[in-house]
């Protein structure tokens, strides 16, 4: 996991101060070049601070690994509940959905109700010259089945006409329709606002999770301050150059992965075109590869491209971009760019193609993080594969999405987006 490597990096870091100290501890901080050198008792007292300043900054390392530790935590915690808000989002605007049905089918079967109401009240005219007493009861009875004296009426039927006793069973049956689609609406209308509570009550969650988590990180940081504070006082101009050095090596990786990933993305056009080339009748083509049926790995490898040039943007949680974003608003995103439709929520992307096992992933291919139950919410984290073992994710609140290893302890799969 990330706060592993920066562990392990920082405990690098902190053996290699103490090294540099030790090595140049036997030139005093006043001695000047040229001088005869310092004395036995100089160099002692040197090798004895080095000494202190080592054991400081170790003992400062294990409380910031222990802080980072419970971070690692409050971040997964953070995530589920962050994911879980994006479900019930899902949900409440699948609820909303059948609301808005079951109310049209009450508009629909209102409106029949009153064309065959019209109708009884017509044929009582036509037929007696004025309102038969009868009809005119079965025409404005206005409740259906909701009306305790409804049935009684009916069965006045059999003492009229034939083309009566047809038009008052269809605005009975039209009125029993009626009550049945007002049933279903009000339970779609309860349906909708439980999901609505749950909604509410599941973004309170994650802003609760999240603003703890703010908090362990701004303490986390003034820790991290500390300790930087601490390892200036005892770094030595050798253990600077060594870092910058260090610093400069890792730029000139990473510039070295975007180049090939550059190449990559520059060759995946160049085959694309020349697939298009080939299926035109080397016209070219219309529209991208993928309309025509073409690899998905071209899709993948665009999806990908999109998502590196996201680096830097603020991770916000419940946000899916342009200006933020947290993990499963940046891979929908990124789909999206090649027109497959994920829902923002990881609990649905796990399920959105097939399963790929993890020596066989592709650029473009979706990596999964937590736990896999039959709750999809234990499932709180997703980056994109970008090769080489690394993706390309959104991690946390304070954080930017950036590129990170896919190797960490709560790996639990991947899925490739149809």
Same mark, same amino acid.
């Given at each position: 996991?990330?706060?592993?490597?920066?562990?392990?990096?920082?405990?690098?870091?902190?053996?290699?101060?103490?090294?540099?100290?030790?090595?140049?501890?036997?030139?005093?901080?006043?001695?000047?070049?040229?001088?005869?050198?310092?004395?036995?008792?100089?160099?002692?007292?040197?090798?004895?601070?080095?000494?202190?300043?080592?054991?400081?900054?170790?003992?400062?390392?294990?409380?910031?690994?222990?802080?980072?530790?419970?971070?690692? !935590?409050?971040?997964?915690?953070?995530?589920?509940?962050?994911?879980?808000?994006?479900?019930?989002?899902?949900?409440?605007?699948?609820?909303?959905?059948?609301?808005?049905?079951?109310?049209?089918?009450?508009?629909?079967?209102?409106?029949?109700?009153?064309?065959?109401?019209?109708?009884?009240?017509?044929?009582?005219?036509?037929?007696?010259? #004025?309102?038969?007493?009868?009809?005119?009861?079965?025409?404005?009875?206005?409740?259906?089945?909701?009306?305790?004296?409804?049935?009684?009426?009916?069965?006045?039927?059999?003492?009229?006409?034939?083309?009566?006793?047809?038009?008052?069973?269809?605005?009975?049956?039209?009125?029993?329709?009626?009550?049945?689609?007002?049933?279903?609406?009000?339970?779609?209308?309860?349906?909708?606002?439980?999901?609505?509570?749950?909604?509410?009550?599941?973004?309170?969650?994650?802003?609760?999770?999240?603003?703890?988590?703010?908090?362990?990180?701004?303490?986390?940081?003034?820790?991290?301050?500390?300790?930087?504070?601490?390892?200036?006082?005892?770094?030595?101009?050798?253990?600077?150059?060594?870092?910058?050095?260090?610093?400069?090596?890792?730029?000139?990786?990473?510039?070295?992965?975007?180049?090939?990933?550059?190449?990559?993305?520059?060759?995946?056009?160049?085959?694309?075109?020349?697939?298009?080339?080939?299926?035109?009748?080397?016209?070219?083509?219309?529209?991208?590869?993928?309309?025509?049926?073409?690899?998905?790995?071209?899709?993948?490898?665009?999806?990908?491209?999109?998502?590196?040039?996201?680096?830097?943007?603020?991770?916000?949680?419940?946000?899916? !971009?342009?200006?933020?974003?947290?993990?499963?608003?940046?891979?929908?995103?990124?789909?999206?760019?090649?027109?497959?439709?994920?829902?923002?929520?990881? #609990?649905?992307?796990?399920?959105?193609?097939?399963?790929?096992?993890?020596?066989?992933?592709?650029?473009?291919?979706?990596?999964?993080?937590?736990?896999?139950?039959?709750?999809? !919410?234990?499932?709180?984290?997703?980056?994109?594969?970008?090769?080489?073992?690394?993706?390309?994710?959104?991690?946390?609140?304070?954080?930017?999405?950036?590129?990170?290893?896919?190797?960490?302890?709560?790996?639990?799969?991947?899925?490739?987006?149809?």
């Amino acid at each position: 996991m990330q706060s592993v490597e920066k562990r392990r990096r920082g405990a690098t870091v902190v053996a290699g101060l103490v090294c540099a100290l030790l090595v140049v501890a036997g030139l005093p901080a006043d001695a000047a070049p040229g001088s005869p050198g310092p004395s036995a008792d100089e160099v002692a007292r040197a090798s004895a601070e080095a000494r202190e300043q080592g054991r400081r900054l170790g003992a400062a390392t294990a409380l910031l690994a222990e802080a980072e530790a419970e971070l690692e !935590g409050l971040t997964a915690r953070a995530e589920k509940l962050i994911e879980a808000y994006n479900g019930e989002l899902v949900r409440l605007a699948q609820a909303e959905e059948r609301q808005r049905r079951a109310d049209e089918q009450v508009r629909a079967a209102g409106a029949q109700v009153e064309d065959s109401r019209r109708a009884v009240a017509a044929l009582a005219a036509q037929s007696y010259g #004025g309102m038969d007493p009868m009809m005119g009861l079965m025409a404005d009875a206005g409740g259906g089945g909701a009306d305790p004296g409804y049935l009684q009426r009916m069965s006045v039927m059999a003492h009229v006409g034939g083309g009566q006793a047809a038009r008052l069973r269809e605005l009975r049956d039209a009125r029993e329709v009626l009550v049945v689609f007002q049933e279903q609406a009000e339970e779609a209308y309860a349906e909708r606002r439980a999901a609505a509570e749950r909604a509410d009550a599941a973004k309170s969650a994650a802003e609760r999770a999240v603003a703890e988590q703010v908090a362990q990180t701004r303490r986390l940081a003034a820790e991290r301050a500390v300790l930087e504070r601490r390892a200036d006082a005892a770094r030595s101009t050798a253990d600077r150059l060594a870092r910058e050095r260090a610093e400069a090596l890792e730029r000139a990786r990473i510039a070295r992965e975007r180049a090939a990933q550059e190449r990559a993305r520059r060759a995946a056009i160049r085959r694309e075109r020349a697939r298009d080339g080939v299926r035109n009748g080397g016209g070219g083509g219309d529209g991208p590869g993928w309309a025509s049926g073409s690899d998905s790995s071209a899709r993948g490898d665009i999806a990908a491209d999109w998502a590196l040039t996201q680096l830097g943007k603020p991770y916000v949680w419940a946000a899916d !971009g342009p200006g933020s974003y947290d993990c499963s608003g940046l891979t929908m995103r990124a789909w999206q760019r090649v027109g497959v439709r994920l829902d923002h929520w990881t #609990g649905t992307q796990w399920t959105s193609g097939p399963h790929v096992p993890l020596d066989r992933l592709r650029r473009g291919d979706l990596v999964f993080f937590g736990r896999i139950t039959r709750n999809p !919410g234990d499932i709180h984290h997703v980056g994109m594969y970008i090769g080489g073992g690394m993706m390309v994710h959104a991690p946390r609140t304070g954080d930017v999405v950036r590129i990170a290893p896919i190797w960490r302890s709560d790996l639990v799969g991947a899925t490739r987006p149809t």
